[in-house]
Every structure is written in C-alpha cells, then in structure tokens.
C-alpha cells in the first residue's frame, strides 16, 4: 500500500472502532496495530452468551508502488479470521469461546464506512437478540453475496461493486 492509503486506513480504523466502542451496548476492547507480528487492530467485546465478537477494519485492495492506479476498498468484517485471532488477543477469563455461530463481511470504499457504523451495529445486535432481521435500513444501496450455507454472509456496496469492476476491465 502506498503510505497515504495505510494512513487513510489507520485512521478509518481508528475512528470506526471509537465510534463502535461509544454506540454499541456492551464495553469494547480495542487492540493496537502490532506491525511486528503483522497483527492488525480489533475491536472486541463479549456477548451475553460469553461468546468472544470482534470486527476487523482493512484494506481489500489499496494502490501500491507498483499499481498506483488500483482501486482503494475497504472490509469491514464481523467475526471473521478467527484463526488470526485465536493466536493474537489474550483471552479475557469471563470469555467461554469464540463466537463462530454468525460472521459477515462489508467491502465498501473508504469514503462509505462511517456511514454504515450505525448499520453494523444494527446488525451485531439483531444477533445478539437472536433476531433474523434488523430494521436498520444500510445508508448505500448492497449487492449481497448469498451462499449454499449461509444467507446473509457477504455484501459489497454498489460503488466499490462498481469500481471493483471497472478496474478489472482497465487492467485487462
């Protein structure tokens, strides 16, 4: 990544898990970047089942020194890598396991991701609630990714549906 994308990045980071931690109903444990064991940042938290969530904020695709010109999309995704995260956070003792019951995964542009924070939450807690749906309408129109095995799994936004392909046509 170019060092403008992973300071874009960071600071994304940053202010989405700090709006996370003020918004959702339940204390949020936020980690730092390690660079030295290429661990990125989480935002953490334990649900009433004490089951360990987490959300991961990181670039899908970002421009770089040798492809200045590729797309800069960003993920969001909830509960997601868990074998990452096994190996990197400390379990807190009033943590049972790993919450793998759900995860789901937001590939947006980096201009797009604060706006859905409330939407993100929305959706952690209509699991939380064990509810199927949540009222929450997402503030950019999705194209959901929907699998054999799991209904509401993957969405991107439109837009970096859009700038996702159009780079793909431009590099062909």
Same mark, same amino acid.
């Given at each position: ?15 989405? /898990? ?35 969530? /987490?959300?991961?904020? /990181? ?103 859009? /700038? ?9």
């Amino acid at each position: 990544m170019t060092p403008e994308a992973i300071r874009i990045v960071a600071q994304l980071r940053r202010e989405f /898990y700090t709006l996370l931690a003020a918004t959702i109903q339940v204390p949020v444990s936020i980690s730092k970047d390690n660079p030295s064991t290429s661990c990125r940042s989480m935002a953490s938290w334990i649900d009433d089942r004490k089951r360990l969530n /987490y959300v991961l904020v /990181y670039a899908y695709i970002a421009p770089d020194a040798l492809v200045p010109k590729r797309p800069f999309i960003l993920r969001v995704a909830v509960n997601k890598g868990a074998g990452l995260f096994v190996n990197n956070t400390k379990w807190r003792k009033d943590c049972r396991s790993l919450n793998q019951s759900w995860d789901f995964e937001l590939t947006l542009l980096p201009e797009e991701i604060l706006d859905f924070l409330p939407w993100v939450v929305s959706l952690i807690e209509s699991q939380d609630n064990y509810s199927a749906s949540f009222v929450e309408t997402p503030p950019h129109p999705l194209n959901f990714q929907i699998t054999h095995v799991k209904l509401l799994q993957d969405a991107w936004t439109q837009k970096a549906w859009q /700038y996702h392909a159009d780079s793909k046509l431009l590099c062909v």
